[in-house]
């Protein structure tokens, strides 16, 4: 039975994408190279994880030669809007602030990351009434 088709990049996904925002564009052969630093892959996993990224419309690509130059589609803002909107939906039946609340609720939440956030809530609700 197939796997079904994420929505948004997973983690060996967007380790390919990172190097295409940071590079803008790039041959398989380059990516692989970058993603080798941290752990060993293959140039054969690599070129199989472009084509699963064309399919989803995350990259496009040019010839080159014999290379495929590939570039990211979406910009990494897209990308985390896509995640979020699918935690979303996946999790917080697309309530943003069922979403907060469930944050708030965590222990991480200092005194004064929640001192900056309430401050941020209060610019974009002056943005929003003018």
Known sequence: MARPVSPTPTKSEQAILEVLWEKGEASVREVADELSKQKPLAYTTVLTMFSILAKKGFVVHRQEGRAFIYRAKITREQARNQALDHLLTQFFDGSPNLLAQH??????????ELKALREKVERAKLRRST
């Not at 708030?104 to 004064?112: A, F, I, S, Y």
């Open 103 to 112: 944050l708030l609720n965590q222990d991480g939440v200092d005194r004064t």
